[in-house]
């Protein structure tokens, strides 16, 4: 059965910027599985994502391009 949990929020820093994310914590262990494969920070993978998603032709808001980034196939674009 699936680990059912409600959203948690985290600041990350982006480009000199803080902003808050609210993921579940699902996504955040992912998140953060990428960020050791690739040998970065969080933060800078969520930085690598916010500018691929901001060069998309109707950008999605970044919780939402996290989710997706994490199911696509193409991972290894933005790095």
């Given at each position: 059965?699936?680990?059912?949990?409600?959203?948690?929020?985290?600041?990350?820093?982006?480009a000199g910027h803080q902003?808050?994310?609210?993921?579940?914590?699902?996504?955040?262990?992912?998140?953060?599985?990428?960020?050791?494969?690739?040998?970065?920070?969080?933060?800078?993978?969520?930085?690598?994502?916010?500018?691929?998603?901001?060069?998309?032709?109707?950008?999605?808001?970044?919780?939402?391009?996290?989710r997706q980034w994490l199911?696509?196939?193409?991972?290894?674009?933005?790095?």
């Amino acid at each position: 059965m699936a680990d059912y949990a409600p959203p948690k929020k985290r600041s990350v820093l982006i480009a000199g910027h803080q902003t808050s994310i609210s993921l579940e914590p699902i996504f955040w262990s992912a998140l953060e599985t990428e960020a050791r494969k690739r040998g970065c920070a969080v933060n800078a993978l969520v930085a690598q994502i916010d500018v691929a998603r901001l060069d998309a032709k109707e950008p999605p808001n970044l919780t939402s391009a996290i989710r997706q980034w994490l199911f696509s196939d193409g991972r290894g674009s933005t790095g």
